[in-house]
Every structure is written in C-alpha cells, then in structure tokens.
C-alpha cells in the first residue's frame, strides 16, 4: 500500500509537469518563440523536484504517525500481562454511547495474593501471564481486556446481551481450570457480570454491579461466574 501510494503521486506529478509544459508551450511560448521540447522537458523536470519533495515530508510524515502509534500503544498496553491497562480502559470507556447495549465481566484470581506470597513474586508473575493469555483466548474478537489492577482483570464486551457474557465468563473460568488440571498449582477464578442498561444507567455504575457480582462469587466460595 505504502509504495502503490508512492507510484501513484509520482505519476501524478509526472502527468502534471507533461501538462504544464505543453500548456506552457501551446499558450506561452508562441508569445516568444520557444521550443516544444524544451517547454515540456522544463515541465516534467519541475514536478520531478516537486514529487521528491512532497515524497520526503511525506515519509518524514509516516514515520512520526507510526511513532507515534507505539507510543500510544505502550501508553495503554501493561507490560506483564500484554493487555490493556487502567489508563486504556479509562479512556476507552469515555467513548461508550449510553444507549447502546454493552456487558462488562469483572475478573479475580482466587487466592493469588497468599498464593503469591507462598511462591515467590516471579511465579505469580507467570500465573498472571497465564490467566491473561486464557482470558484474551476465550474473548477473541468479541471485546477487550484489560488488566485492571494487581490481579483483577475486566472484559469490556460491547453490543453484548448479558446471558452471552455470561457463557464467555463461564467459558474462561472452566478454561483456567483446565490450564492448571495436571499442575501442583491449582488457579482458579471468581467472576462477576453485569450489562448496562439492565444494572446500570451508565458505565460506572455497570462497573459498579459487576464488581459487586463479584464479591458475590467470592462469598459463594470463589471458582464461579455470578451474574447480576
């Protein structure tokens, strides 16, 4: 794409210089007497000096603009887990329309922080990749995820009914399960879900049900999915 963009305003230009110089020679030069070749040469010569300009601040362009997109995706991205982080989904649900059907699932790991303390900081380093990978797996396309705090994670689906985020929550608490069935490490996970506008008339307060249905998984004894 980057180099038939290229091609394409360097014909232009090309097309252009040629225009110029027979317009040039046809309705200038007869005033004094020129030359065709010479007029038209002149022509295609102009917009071949024009064509390199444009094509350097155009690169020079591209290059900041992809620049520039790193930076904002490092700025959003946590760096452990690869997913997005708090300033992402903070700025990511600013733009969420208070009309339109969204869920939002909020994610714990049982356990992690006696867990955590029991093996060692880098062992938990490695669950939280682990738990983030079988999340983001299970979501696929249909929302994003976000790593909101320590070892708390949230799915962000939009136009999304609350039974079906339900099933996606059920799908990744019986995903984890399975990841650790033949290891010594037993994770688990609680998970809440709520959907606006059903348990919230916006996004904070759909926020707000959904960590609530979490605390409801971890008093009914944690490894389970309560919807509001």
Request: include cysteine; charged fraction near 25%; aromatic fraction near 10%.
């Given at each position: 794409?980057?180099?038939?963009?290229?091609?394409?305003?360097?014909?232009?230009?090309?097309?252009?210089?040629?225009?110029?110089?027979?317009?040039?020679?046809?309705?200038?030069?007869?005033?004094?007497?020129?030359?065709?070749?010479?007029?038209?040469?002149?022509?295609?010569?102009?917009?071949?000096?024009?064509?390199?300009i444009?094509?350097?601040?155009?690169?020079?362009?591209?290059?900041l603009?992809?620049?520039?997109?790193?930076?904002?995706?490092?700025?959003?991205?946590?760096?452990?887990?690869e997913?997005?982080?708090?300033?992402?989904?903070?700025?990511?649900?600013?733009?969420?329309?208070?009309?339109?059907?969204?869920?939002?699932?909020?994610?714990?790991?049982?356990?992690?922080?006696?867990?955590?303390?029991?093996?060692?900081?880098?062992?938990?380093?490695?669950?939280?990749?682990?738990?983030?990978?079988?999340?983001?797996?299970?979501?696929?396309?249909?929302?994003?995820v976000?790593?909101?705090?320590?070892?708390?994670?949230?799915?962000?689906?939009?136009?999304?009914?609350?039974?079906?985020?339900?099933?996606?929550?059920?799908?990744?608490?019986?995903?984890?399960?399975?990841?650790?069935?033949?290891?010594?490490?037993?994770?688990t996970?609680?998970?809440?879900?709520?959907?606006?506008?059903?348990?919230?008339?916006?996004?904070?307060?759909?926020?707000?049900?959904?960590?609530?249905?979490?605390?409801?998984?971890?008093?009914?004894?944690?490894?389970?999915?309560?919807?509001?």
């Amino acid at each position: 794409m980057k180099y038939r963009i290229e091609v394409i305003l360097f014909i232009s230009m090309i097309s252009t210089g040629f225009i110029y110089g027979v317009a040039y020679h046809f309705m200038i030069m007869p005033l004094f007497g020129g030359i065709a070749l010479h007029c038209i040469s002149t022509g295609i010569l102009f917009q071949a000096v024009n064509y390199l300009i444009v094509l350097f601040f155009y690169k020079k362009y591209a290059a900041l603009k992809q620049t520039n997109k790193l930076l904002h995706t490092n700025l959003e991205t946590d760096k452990l887990t690869e997913l997005y982080n708090r300033r992402a989904f903070d700025n990511h649900i600013k733009s969420l329309e208070e009309h339109k059907k969204f869920s939002i699932i909020f994610i714990d790991i049982d356990n992690f922080r006696d867990f955590n303390n029991k093996y060692g900081h880098q062992t938990g380093d490695i669950v939280l990749k682990d738990v983030s990978t079988v999340i983001k797996s299970t979501v696929d396309s249909e929302g994003d995820v976000y790593r909101y705090g320590g070892e708390e994670i949230v799915v962000l689906l939009k136009d999304c009914s609350k039974d079906k985020a339900e099933k996606i929550a059920e799908n990744i608490r019986i995903g984890m399960n399975k990841l650790h069935t033949n290891s010594f490490l037993r994770i688990t996970l609680s998970l809440g879900v709520a959907c606006h506008p059903e348990d919230g008339c916006d996004v904070y307060e759909t926020i707000k049900a959904s960590d609530s249905a979490l605390l409801q998984a971890k008093s009914k004894g944690k490894n389970c999915v309560v919807a509001c």
